[in-house]
Nanobody, 124 residues
Framework: QVQLVESGGGLVQAGGSLRLSCAASGRSFSSDAMGWFRQAPGKEREFVAAITWSGDRRYYADSGQGRFTISRDNARSTVYLQMNSVKPEDTAVYYC?????????????????WGQGTQVTVSS
């Protein structure tokens, strides 16, 4: 069992920055790939970014490429999502998730454990 707790969401103006954190507990965090997903009202949950257990591979959705950076600190069992130059369309609930998969990390079905989400609202 893995518990994931996101934090760092809030209200930010367009063009600003925000850093989301996801603290993991319950089992070996360092062996899991981690991902960030988001869900806007009335839309399906979508992939944002993912990082392998070692951090050697990172994946980004086109929407966040060049603006978002995913990183992890295995000693702190925490994964981060740095969001820069945010846009109103980034408004959503952001979820972190853990996966034992080594590939297909952009796919929702690769993830078993999910956090409760943190709201990000970008004002124009």
């Amino acid at each position: 069992q893995v518990q994931l707790v996101e934090s760092g969401g809030g209200l930010v103006q367009a063009g600003g920055s925000l850093r989301l954190s996801c603290a993991a507990s319950g089992r070996s965090f360092s062996s899991d790939a981690m991902g960030w997903f988001r869900q806007a009202p009335g839309k399906e949950r979508e992939f944002v970014a993912a990082i392998t257990w070692s951090g050697d591979r990172r994946y980004y959705a086109d929407s966040g490429q060049g603006r978002f950076t995913i990183s992890r600190d295995n000693a702190r069992s925490t994964v981060y999502l740095q969001m820069n130059s945010v846009k109103p369309e980034d408004t959503a609930v952001y979820y972190c998730a853990a996966s034992s998969e080594r590939w297909k990390l952009t796919m929702i079905r690769s993830y078993v454990y999910w956090g409760q989400g943190t709201q990000v609202t970008v004002s124009s």
